[in-house]
């Protein structure tokens, strides 16, 4: 293929452009050789003659066709080149909102600057255990395949994030380690996922800052290594930090931060916890307030500490430990507000003494604060000879608290890193781990310093890493198809490398000049000069002797050499770190220890002989640019160990703006990260690659007839492309795939075009002839019946024109007449407005005029007043100062007598008699003087308020008197008389204040409560009212909605009781993977028997009266229905009374595990050392404890006499009515009562007291024993009886005193408890008093009425309840009655037949014997023979031939014979041990379909039995009159109902479990990627992501499914459970979870794949979707529901195959998709990709328009759906029709120990 045909008419290209980088063309004219010109239309249509050079200027770029524009993979793009790569990312970016774009191994990430909703945990689900090329490109799909990578090939892996700062890099790592979280959590519940996940917001708050283009910017490297065991879990992780820009504590750039921990701590100073940190606000701290902008928009400093302290404590910080990183953490701050002055020499500096910040920073760190003010001023030099105590000039002694600074806050991050690291730290042994590396990219500014320099050297060190893994990747495909290669050559940065790292480089240089002791940036830069001038990677800069340059490999960067030397040398005087570590607090003295590991402390202490001289630390001689090169090594090493997944984040622009591109920024960028590097080397060598079966798929339009006729796919491949391209260098073929240079898929696609072209100009040229022949025809025709009838028309229409004509000049006339006169009354009522408008307005001003004399005169009396007022206040304070003064000096003149009198001896002797006593004394009255002094002060400030304001108010009458009358007499009388008035308001208002004070006080808080409890029940009334309108009014109306709305609510009801049961079935399969550890830890322990095993794993027990009256209860509820049942009061007043009594018993029972836990511990204390002093103590402590409850009666005493009073005074008061007197006699009745029990208390308390007295005093007798006799004891070891006598004694005394003590305090937990309830009664009572005095009498007399029927109606609910226990007690005295006649007979026929024993079993038979009821007998030991064969050992295949469900039919029948024989044990034992050996079993198969549907099938049908002989009559309606005969006798089983119910569904949900992990593989398979219509599916290139690597080569690679290996999978379920015999409902709710499993897993793959959202699969989908619903129609299934949960797939489908253009079609896409969320139906059209050139993409404004007409639909904004959800599942009941005693047991089974009865 030639230039000319590529470069010809209608062919785009891209040329370069200042602003955009690249703009596309139109070629205009076809390109010859030797063209200077090549003629181009621009996209504005403006014509362009663009130069072309053979060297300079060449040809330009030529554009992909637009099929391929917005692929996910670079990589399958026809041309490879920076335009073309450039173009795809920003459609995709800005047209589809994708921010992840694959180019070849790499990742490349857009920072969108918007919170998407793409990582939640359903997309996490979503992507695992899926192929890397199979969904649309995500950072999950990145970590997946690590995760496959690490676990398939058992090799270490890497995830290397870099770009800019503001890219993304810390989110994207940070979503790595989520998926890690997610899917490779711990297997026990050390909750390592959640640990590693918690050092995220750590290191962000220590490690990261606001910057110019990042809010938040990591200001450090990190590499986190997550290890995993051998079944790939979570075990621990390890850190490691590069490079933390120290300078950033010291120094920050306008608008940027200081680290967020600073900032956080300010702005939680206000905490109590941090009031001795002594921090204000961030802007008052140098280091916080460089940057002059202390907020970042849309954080919250202060909730960001709380999750850092959070993270904190979930690592295992203590509160403690976190007290002393924030004390360090404001010690810096305090450091950097230390003034230092300078003196006047300017040589030496120092530090005010008074300095608060120097004596805070001192403080928190515990060290002396002169030692510090002295060395922060000057440093010590130190030569072979002598010492030197220099000072320091102010400009050295600012640097050296800032190196300071910087010093310590890098060894508390080193610390925190390292602290992080040991708690992820697992003593488990590691088998692989992944790496996420989180680096900073390459970085140029203005100034670059040596943090840009050493960022930049990672970097170059990443890049070479990066290039050759590459290379390496591109060799190995060639290789593996084997077709020759040859070397491609790309860039090699060595030699860059070697010029920064190499001998004499510029690392080694600047370490040596740092060694040198007058070393200069200045001297530095020249060496670097002489010795790098040749080098071709190093220039000198024209106009400047401090710089150089170095050319990297994404750009050349000008360094400044200033700050070099001081940055690389990080010098901190040793002076100052030698107090940092003589500090008093352990933290601060462990961060600067020499040694980073302190060695464990042997036994043997070894000293040496004499004192060494102290050497240097080596660890402080080496520089920083050392230590990040080791590091570095150590970085490359560990990388090149492993398999590295590249992701490149790029920032799309500068303002940080939501999706929006700037093309010369991400250029810049891509250069820069390696992605173009990328694109250059793939298109050096093939980058087009299709597998022979998807080139025939896609090209075959261009094949012949006789070609398709071969059966050989590859080699008619072979001749097709031998014939189109001649130049046999375009392409090679390999042993799966064909690959291509670049452009030739291109060159494909154009005669794929033109051959589609030709057949529809031919198809559309037959087409149109043909309709326009019949179009003359049908216009023929209809022109000749137009001109019939439009002659007729014409003529009528002329008539009707003379009749309108008329019509119309009457109209015309009197709507003229008309018109005019409402013209006329129009202008006449404007003009009445105007007059009425203007009136008013003059009046206005007038009365304004008025109002403002008025208020003149009110000012002028007001301040005249004020002037007045002022002068009496001024000299009332100068009296009052004289007289304090006059009184000072009388004090003065006592006080000095009183100082003489004190010296005196005689006046001390008498002080200090009872000086004691007197001072507890006088210190209580003080107390109590003060409180009377506050409360009567607050009572003068209130009266003085009340009394000032009532003058003011007399001195305003009295002027307004004075102005009215002359007469001063008069006005004298009148102000006597309002004072005495005054005076007597004053009196009545203290009175009244005092008298309801203290009840305003207690009852504020009782008045709120009621009122919110009031609110609660009023709208609980008008909610019960609206209730009962709605269902009196519309009752027939509204039957059906009741019942949808009970059946949702019990749908819900039960979902949520079977989703409990799972969690129950999984914390038992946790508990025995937990007793399976524990054998196997524990090995040697002998196992518990089968009886404890049976014991603790049976839980069900005989039920109790009040559980059996709950039970009918609940039952009551579900027969009558919610709304029903809650409108009966009796229904709700057992339930509520029931739940008073379960409360009570739990408060019982809790009391009783206490005691138990009480007496285990007295028990233990008297094992290990009974001594008296332990039961004085035992005493002193119950003492203690009476004393302090008979305070609390006392004080509860005195609290119901208050109440008492009070409610007297309000009866007192509102004594109307008879009701209210007698209410209140029956309050004062009760509290009587109350009294008179709280004082009979008293008494047994003092009774109590005196037997403690008493038993105190027989102990002390008992246990006084002579020492000597002790000693005696001791020395001839004699046991002694009478010490032994008094030990049992002192126990016995100690158990009675326990007793009597629990008693005691049982007494008065009741006594509380009663008091309690009195007191909330006694509150009702005074509501209701309250309540009384408000009401009218009307509404009186029918509250009265309400209260007395709801009174009575309690009154006959207990007597209900009491007949209803009466009448269960006399049924099971009945019951019981019978058991008893039985067993006498029974007694009686083994009098008879006492010779012969064994006959019990043969009478019982021989008495059955003539029909065999149904019933089988075993002896007891045959139980577990029993259990073993028809559960354990069970197959399903055994019993295959004989009736459905026999095992249960069997069991029953073993039931039936206990019951018959009324064998209780028997009978728990029997049920107990089938439960427990049908869990074991679904326990061992787990995952197997068929065994789980077996015994589901069973299960439910020995529940069935139980139901249908339980003898209730709800169950015995389908029931034969033998069937009913062997209904069940003596026992209730109910309660095993429910458990074999619970099992049921327990065993339903394993079989969904089963069910859906066998078809998870095939459904994506079978329902998206197989062609089920053959040849409808076009084939796009797919790049380099759907390469071998991605699948396990020696599986043979993915597994491909049908269409119809799911619906053989289906029947096959379906057949399984049909031949166990489960029911067809059952059935049908096992098919509709499973097609909702269908529909979840492939509209999710749908929303998550970009290559097959297209019109032929949307067809596809169609056709298979039809192809499940025939299949149910043929199982007599499609009634079941399971067709709706496919809805969402089929819109989705049907969404797929649309029209997507105008506005119509927008509504239609509205009224269409209502199952599919607004999110899902805008992520399908973004995804929608044409797969030819006749398809049309769907533009931007069409989806926003969607977006519009959906705003308002209220969903579940949800992208995915939920794969997880389980719908609730219904057994019904389902009797069986045949007969026991017809059942025949096979001899396979080994039953024969069973006896037919």
Known sequence: MSVNELYSKYTRVWIPDPEEVWKSAEIIKDYKEGDSVLLLKLEDE?????????????????????????????????????????????????????????????????????????????????????????????????????????????????????????????????YAMRFFATVGGSANDTNVEEKVLASSPIMEAIGNAKTTRNDNSSRFGKYIQIGFDKRYHIIGANMRTYLLEKSRVVFQAEEERNYHIFYQLCASSSLEEFKDLVLTSAEDFTYTSLGENIFIEGVNDAEDLVKTREALMLLGVKEVHQLSIFKIIASILHLGNVEIVSERDGESCHINRDDTHLQHFCRLLGIEQEQMEHWLCRRKLVTTSETYVKNMAHAQAVNARDALAKHIYAHLFDWIVEHINKALHTSTKQHSFIGVLDI??????????????????????????FNSHVFKLEQEEYMKEQIPWTLIDFYDNQPCIDLIEAKLGILDLLDEECKVPKGTDQNWAQKLYSQHTRSEHFEKPRMSNRSFIVVHFADRVEYLCDGFLEKNRDTVYEEQINILKASQFQLVADLFQDGKEVAKPSKVNVRAAKPMPKGHNREHRKTVGTQFRNSLHLLMETLNATTPHYVRCIKPNDVKEAFVFDSRRAVQQLRACGVLETIRISAAGYPSRWTYPDFYSRYRVLMTKKDLTNGDKKQVCKNLLETLIKDPDKFQFGKTKIFFRAGQVAYLEKLRADKFRYACIKIQKTVRGWLQRNRYRKIRKSAITLQRYGRGYLARRYAEMLRLTRAALICQKQYRMVRVRREYLRIRRAVITIQAFTRGMFIRRIYQEFMLHHKAMIIQKTVRGWLVRKKYLHSRNAAIVIQCFYRRVRAKRQLKQLKIEARSAEHFKNLNVGMENKIVQLQKKMDVKSKEYKTQNEQLVVANTALGSEVNKLQKELETLRSRQTAGSSLQDELERLRAELQEAHTQRKQIEEEFNNEKQGLEQRVEELEKENMLLKKEKEEMNCKIQTSTQGQGGDVSQKESRLQSELDEERLRYQNLLKECSRLEQRYDNLQEEMKFHHGHRRNPSNQSSVGSDSNYQSISMSEVDTDDTIQQVEEMGIEKAAMDLSVFMKLQKRVRELEQERLRLQTNLEKVEELRKCQGSEANSPTSEDINTDLAYNSLKRQELESENKKLKNDLNELRKSVADRASENNSSSELQESYNLLLNQLKAASEELDVRKEE????????????????????????????WTDNKKPLVDASEANESKKLLEAQLQTQSRQHRDELEALHTQIELLKDNLEKKQEMLNHFSTLSPEALVEFSVQQEITRLTNDNLDLKELVEKLEKNEKKLKKQLRIYMKKVQELEVIQVSKSRPELTRQVTVQRKEKDFEGMLEYYKEDEALLVKNLVTDMKPHVVSATVPCLPAYILFMCVRHADYINDDQKLHSLLTSTINGIKKILKKNNDDFEMTSFWLANTSRLLHCLKQYSGDEAFMTQNSAKQNEHCLKNFDLAEYRQVLSDLSIQIYQQLVRVAEGIMQPMIVSAMLESESIPSLAGVKPMGYRNRSSSFDCEAGGPVGYTLEALIRQLGQ??????????????????????????????????????????????????????????????????????????EPLIQAAQLLQVKKKTSQDAEAICSLCTALSLQQIVKILNLYTPLNEFEERVTVSFIRDIQNRLQDRIENNQLLVDTKYTFPVLFPYTPSALSLETIHIPASLSLDFLTRV
């Open 1613 to 1686: 379920f379906y057949t399984t459970m049909a031949d166990h015999g489960l029911d067809p409902e059952i059935g049908q709710q096992v098919v509709r979870q499973l097609f909702y499993s269908i529909n979840a897993v492939t509209l999710n793959n749908l929303l998550l794949r970009k290559d097959v959202c297209s019109w032929s699969t949307g067809m596809q989908l169609r056709y298979n979707i039809s192809q499940l619903e025939e299949w149910l129609r043929g199982k007599n299934l499609h009634q079941g529901g399971a067709i709706a949960t496919m």
């Open 440 to 465: 900073y990219g390459f970085e140029t500014f203005e100034i670059n310093s040596f943090e840009q320099f050493c960022i930049n050297y990672a970097n170059e060190k990443l890049q070479q890493q």
């Open 1245 to 1272: 308390v003092l009774m109590l007291k005196a037997q403690i007295v008493n038993s105190r005093s027989q102990l002390d007798n008992t246990n006084h024993i002579d020492s000597n006799d002790v000693s005696e």
């Open 46 to 174: 403006s014509t362009l003659e663009y130069s072309i050079g053979p060297k300079n200027n060449p040809l330009p770029f030529l554009r992909n066709p637009d099929i391929l524009v917005g692929e996910n993979d670079l990589t399958a793009l026809s041309y490879l080149h920076e335009p073309a790569v450039l173009h795809n990312l920003k459609v995709r970016f800005l047209e589809s909102n994708h921010i992840y774009t694959y180019c070849g191994i790499v990742l490349v990430a857009i920072n969108p600057y918007e919170q998407l909703q793409i990582y939640g945990e359903e997309v996490i689900n979503a992507y695992s255990g899926q192929n890397m090329g199979d969904m649309d490109p995500h950072i999950f799909a990145v970590a997946e395949e690590a995760y496959k990578q690490m676990a398939r090939d058992e090799k270490n892996q890497s995830i290397i994030v870099s770009g800019e700062s503001g890219a993304g890099k810390t989110v994207s790592a940070k």
